[in-house]
Structure formats: C-alpha cells, structure tokens
C-alpha cells in the first residue's frame, strides 16, 4: 500500500526520522520509509546530513525529461552549500526500462539512496560505510554478492575481505569495454546524460534470497539483482578522493525475496508526474507519454 508523508509520520516507526524526509517525496510504500529510516539512522550516524531530493521532472530531452538517479555529481563541491557528507533519497524512472520490463528487477519506478562524501579519511572509506551497511543493517549475506568492476577497482578488493566477501566473488571487465557500455559496472557514464556524469565503479549484484546462487560468474550475471554502485575516483596520488555509493531501494526488498511489479509502479509513476507536473505548473515530459501508452 502506498502511503503519502503525513501519513507516514503518524507511524511511531519512523517518526524519528521525520525531518529527514523531503517534502514532496510521494509513491513511497511503507516498505520503503522503513528501508530510508535504517539509512538515515545508520549514515546519521558516522556524520552525513540529509539533503533535499530533485524533482522527478527536469525538463531535459535526455531520459523523456525525468530524473535518472539520484542526480548529484559527487565530483563538485556540495549542492546548494550543504556539508561534504551527505546522502539523499531520491525516486527515479528510465524510460530504457520500457523494453526491459520483463527482465529481473526491473521496475517503471524506483527509489535510490545515495550518500557522498567529498572529502573521505582514507580510500574507500564509503564503500567499507555501506557494505558494513549491506551486511547489517539490510540483512544481506555476503556469500550471495558478487561485485562486477576493472582493474582500476583492484586497490579497494582487501576492503571487501572482511565483510565476507572473497575476491573469487568478483568479475573483472576490460576498461575499454566497460567504459564503452557505460552501465555502471565498472564505468558509469549514460549515453546523452546533460550532467556528463562520468565516472569509474564497483557494482554490487545480488542473488536473490530464496533462489539457488547461479554458478557462473560472467557478466552481466544471469540470475543475479544489481542493487547498487560504488563510484570512485581512480588517481593514486590524491590523498582525499571523493567517493559515493547509490543503492536501489527496491533492489534491497527484491535480494530478500520480495517481488516487485513494473505495472504497479508504472502506475505510481503517472500519478508522481501528473501530480508534479500540476503542482509546478509545467507540461507533462514526453516520459509520461512513453509509460502511460503501455
């Protein structure tokens, strides 16, 4: 069930992260508030702010004019003046994702939590943040990852170790081939994106509890749920690199077993655009048009 902000304010559940939340966040399921409270709880805690999420419609031609990911480049100083550690939760929707709805984990629209830290303690200081986060607080099993990235992610593979996870759990791409598709699994940089995001990453893949863990190892991994990325920057000979991890909300509730629907969340997407899209006075974007011909 769907439930709008004030209603999930009334919930004692979450009422202690009621500040954190964004004003005009909406399609949030109970389920989802209660994934951003463990989050917001847990990077609260080592010293991250919340900031204010962007508006789902961004007008551009790239991606049917809405939001893509959680929308931040993290390589830039904060946004809006806010402090160097921050994370966000932020809806999004691909309009790539129409041809891919059959696929597993796919969904019309979903929710990334980000944070990012602009000016870390030590390399890989993030990624050893949200995999302690992936092993505890979200109940994840170490033994059912497997983390897809080049050699230029190699220095961060010790970090993993002592979270369970082994370097025989890890699938190494070409750079060129990586940097060539752009999806994140190993090289993040989306074809036509207007923020020329562009960036080297780990990606974190999931086999779903419930289903066996699938032998083969080759990406792109049949069988398994990407849930999140890990995005760093790859010179050496910077001491303070700034680094930033965005995990798929629903991705998390689909690795422990729980199914998602693309047509339940298509219509929750065209409901959040026409909604928005009334609220800031503004045409619907050409996405609306693609999900709601479906």
Known sequence: ???????????????????????????????????AKTYYDYF??????????????????????????????????????????????????????????????????????????NTPTFRGEVLEQVVRYLVGPANLKPERFVVVGTERGEPFLSQLEPFGIKREQVVFRQLEEARSAGDGSGYFKPDGNPMGQEFHTLSFHYAPEGSDIPSERVYPLPGYLEIGEFAFEPRHDVRKESEAFGLGVERLFMARGKSGSFERTRKLLLHKLKTEAKRREIPLPQAYHDFSEL
């Open 44 to 117: 609260s805690g080592l010293g991250y702010k919340a900031i204010k999420e962007a508006d789902l419609i961004t007008g551009d031609s790239f991606n049917g004019g809405i939001r893509y990911d959680e929308g931040h480049d993290f390589h830039a100083d904060a946004p809006n003046g806010e402090p160097n550690r921050w994370y966000v939760f932020q809806d999004c929707a691909r309009v790539e994702d129409i041809a891919k709805r059959n696929q597993l984990g796919v969904l019309a629209y979903f929710h990334i939590i980000g944070c990012t830290n």
């Open 1 to 35: 069930m769907s439930v709008d902000r004030r209603t999930l304010l009334k919930t004692g559940a979450i009422a202690a992260a009621a500040a954190a939340f964004p004003a005009h966040l909406t399609g949030l399921t109970a389920s989802a508030a209660e994934e």
